[in-house]
């Protein structure tokens, strides 16, 4: 039977022994990840520019070396996975050659152009009519960011009441028709495009195109919704500081100080209060003495006459 002592040493060894067997597998892991992300990875990327809707064919495509630490999320580094025997993919976003062909915008195996692949959970795609102006001049492109007015006609009113809304703020754009030229090669004026929305804001763009005339006004990507929204109506198209209402109110009628330009709780109004008649009063002068600087006249109102007293206006 061993002793004490014999069994406290066996485990220790074996304590000792697992971890030395720890450090040096840690140390070879180690290792190998060291050398996986110093080599590299053929990668496929477009070898010819892939507008939405194209075929993704084996002319298309190429491969390049890519660093292993470096590898975008959904690239292809199989041509049989990307291109299936028999099974074609199309482009669902526009993609640049040399650009890495990623999972998330192609569509999958077998599928045509569809861009409901490429919608969030609970995220729609809604259609509106653009033309050369409302469209910005064809300067609003995929993924780009927009606000969309409404320009429409108050119900019961003439076309004197016309104004104009902030419909919705911040909206991805997905598409802008499906061609940017014609069969001859001239540019081709966009006719539709293709927003993110929710279901709610799917319902106002559908209601806004029957009630008036959208536009989209391009925004910097990135930046804040203004939380204040005004209407605006024929009557504010004048360059006029004191014309419409405006967030932070205006300044009073006569405040040109530095005053005027600090926002205020509630909106300053300029009121304008009826003047009381002028009553002239007639004055007449009593002869002053020769030599005398304090000098009295006599004011007449009405039938009413007091003396006043003025000094300093000696002839």
Do not use: C
Not at 126 to 144: E, K, L
């Amino acid at each position: 039977m061993m002793s004490r002592q014999t069994l406290i040493a066996l485990a220790g060894a074996l304590v000792l022994g697992l971890l030395a067997v720890f450090v040096a597998n840690s140390y070879l892991n180690r290792a190998e990840d060291k050398a996986y992300a110093a080599g590299t990875t053929n990668v496929a990327v477009a070898a010819a520019p892939l507008a939405y809707g194209t075929d993704i064919t084996a002319d298309k495509i190429r491969f390049v070396d890519y660093p292993n630490s470096s590898i975008p999320p959904g690239a292809f580094t199989d041509a049989a996975k990307l291109i299936p025997q028999g099974r074609k993919r199309v482009a669902l976003m526009p993609i640049a050659v040399n650009e890495p062909i990623l999972g998330t915008k192609i569509s999958g195996e077998g599928q045509g152009a569809s861009i409901a692949a490429l919608l969030p959970e609970g995220m729609r795609a809604a259609a509106v009519r653009i033309n050369d102006v409302s469209g910005v001049a064809g300067f609003v492109q995929p993924n780009d960011s927009v606000d969309v007015l409404v320009t429409r006609q108050l119900p019961g009113s003439d076309n004197s009441q016309q104004v104009s809304d902030v419909l919705l703020q911040n909206i991805r754009v997905m598409a802008i028709d499906q061609q940017s030229k014609n069969a001859d090669g001239t540019p081709k004026v966009a006719q539709t495009a293709t927003l993110e929305v929710n279901a709610l804001d799917a319902q106002k763009l559908a209601l806004a195109q029957q009630v008036g005339e959208l536009s989209l006004i391009l925004r910097k990507p990135g930046e804040q919704n203004n939380p204040v929204v005004e209407t605006v109506s024929l009557n504010d198209l004048r360059y006029n500081m004191y014309g419409g209402a405006r967030y932070p109110a205006p300044a009073v009628v006569g405040s040109f100080g530095s005053d005027a330009a600090q926002p205020s709780a509630t909106p300053a109004v300029a009121v304008s209060t009826p003047r009381p008649a002028r009553h002239w009063s007639r004055v007449r002068a009593k002869p002053a003495a020769p030599v005398d600087t304090s000098k009295q006249i006599e004011v007449y109102r009405g039938t009413k006459s007091d003396q006043v007293k003025v000094g300093g206006y000696g002839r």
